[in-house]
């Protein structure tokens, strides 16, 4: 553990006290390292790569102007009428617990770091924003605070109030989506540092009763495909679920399935053939790994994505 606070706390302080040694949020990385975010583009949901065009990392912990960062990590995007906006995890040095950051863009490429929009006395990351009938709606990774957290934009994209609790209990990256007039939700719920275990639920309505599926937990024991890794997807009538790599350490890389067949009763999966699909480099900001990936169909039938990357530092 001690070793785990160098890498992602350095160089705030040498030394901490006993107590926060013990309250860390689940999911730091176990090498001393540094993630930051980058944008790839691609012909499809599952061929994403790095653009000459785009000057990778887009945003790193030197861009956040308005807390000490450590990192920045686990980003999602949505563009609302011809600007994109950005959600992060920024993790503040100073009071130990991840926040959530924002960022925009007009072109997707360039970004420019506005500031932080949502920090609570507990951990935040995996700020997995949507859309649903004109109303803009949060659920970031809450696990300190023992539940599944919706926050709703009273003002977006700087103001959130949070609307109630999902589920309550220990759930990392929360991954929800829609369909068949349903809401569905993977979550990874292993507390213990392994991410091997994948639990999926559903519901009528967002904080209605949610229900586990007969089948969950889907995986069991396989931290290679069990923690999600970004959002769920819909392309031609077809759910992709995207889910980082923890084994034999944290965030080596990320995986793509195909869900063929989703009912209250029923669960199919099968590994895309061209996993996987985000690996590191071996140099630069993303040489040591990538565990997180949000993309999305441009008007012009590309895709772009927003994913993140860690490198080993001194």
């Given at each position: 553990?001690?070793?785990?606070?160098?890498?992602v706390l350095k160089p705030a302080m040498n030394v901490l006290p006993p107590k926060l040694l013990n309250n860390l949020p689940i999911g730091l990385?176990?090498?001393?390292?540094?993630?930051?975010?980058?944008?790839?583009?691609?012909?499809?949901?599952?061929?994403?790569?790095?653009?000459?065009?785009?000057?990778?990392?887009?945003?790193?912990?030197?861009?956040?102007?308005?807390?000490?960062?450590?990192?920045?990590?686990?980003?999602?995007?949505?563009?609302?009428?011809?600007?994109?906006?950005?959600?992060?995890?920024?993790?503040?040095?100073?009071?130990?617990?991840?926040?959530?950051?924002?960022?925009?863009?007009?072109?997707?490429?360039?970004?420019?770091?506005?500031?932080?929009?949502?920090?609570?006395?507990?951990?935040?990351?995996?700020?997995?924003?949507?859309?649903?009938?004109?109303?803009?709606?949060?659920?970031?990774?809450?696990?300190?605070?023992?539940?599944?957290?919706?926050?709703?934009?009273s003002n977006f994209p700087s103001q959130w109030e949070f609307v109630g609790n999902l589920m309550t209990g220990i759930f990392l990256d929360a991954?929800?989506?829609?369909?068949?007039?349903?809401?569905?939700?993977?979550?990874?719920?292993?507390?213990?540092?392994?991410?091997?275990?994948?639990?999926?639920?559903?519901?009528?309505?967002?904080?209605?009763?949610?229900?586990?599926?007969?089948?969950?937990?889907?995986?069991?024991?396989?931290?290679?495909?069990?923690?999600?890794?970004?959002?769920?997807?819909?392309?031609?009538?077809?759910?992709?679920?995207?889910?980082?790599?923890?084994?034999?350490?944290?965030?080596?890389?990320?995986?793509?399935?195909?869900?063929?067949?989703?009912?209250?009763?029923?669960?199919?999966?099968?590994?895309?053939?061209?996993?996987?699909?985000?690996?590191?480099?071996?140099?630069?900001?993303?040489?040591?790994?990538?565990?997180?990936?949000?993309?999305?169909?441009?008007?012009?039938?590309?895709?772009?994505?927003?994913?993140?990357?860690?490198?080993?530092?001194?």
């Amino acid at each position: 553990m001690k070793t785990l606070l160098k890498q992602v706390l350095k160089p705030a302080m040498n030394v901490l006290p006993p107590k926060l040694l013990n309250n860390l949020p689940i999911g730091l990385p176990d090498k001393l390292s540094q993630w930051s975010i980058g944008i790839y583009t691609g012909n499809s949901h599952i061929e994403l790569q790095e653009n000459q065009n785009i000057k990778n990392p887009v945003i790193s912990r030197s861009d956040i102007s308005d807390v000490y960062a450590g990192f920045v990590a686990d980003p999602f995007m949505i563009k609302v009428e011809q600007t994109w906006y950005m959600f992060f995890e920024v993790y503040n040095n100073r009071t130990f617990r991840g926040e959530i950051g924002l960022a925009t863009s007009q072109d997707g490429a360039k970004w420019n770091y506005e500031k932080i929009i949502l920090a609570e006395p507990f951990h935040l990351s995996y700020p997995y924003v949507f859309n649903w009938m004109g109303e803009y709606y949060m659920i970031p990774e809450t696990f300190q605070a023992q539940a599944i957290r919706l926050y709703k934009a009273s003002n977006f994209p700087s103001q959130w109030e949070f609307v109630g609790n999902l589920m309550t209990g220990i759930f990392l990256d929360a991954s929800i989506f829609r369909h068949n007039d349903k809401w569905w939700l993977f979550t990874e719920t292993n507390p213990q540092h392994k991410y091997d275990t994948l639990r999926l639920f559903y519901a009528d309505d967002l904080l209605s009763n949610w229900v586990e599926h007969p089948q969950s937990p889907l995986i069991q024991g396989n931290a290679h495909i069990a923690r999600p890794g970004g959002r769920v997807i819909s392309v031609d009538n077809k759910i992709i679920r995207y889910t980082q790599d923890c084994d034999p350490e944290y965030g080596i890389q990320v995986r793509a399935f195909e869900v063929e067949e989703l009912t209250t009763t029923t669960y199919r999966e099968r590994e895309v053939v061209k996993n996987p699909i985000l690996v590191p480099s071996q140099e630069g900001w993303n040489g040591s790994g990538m565990h997180h990936i949000d993309p999305h169909l441009l008007e012009n039938g590309q895709w772009i994505a927003c994913v993140d990357g860690r490198v080993l530092v001194d």
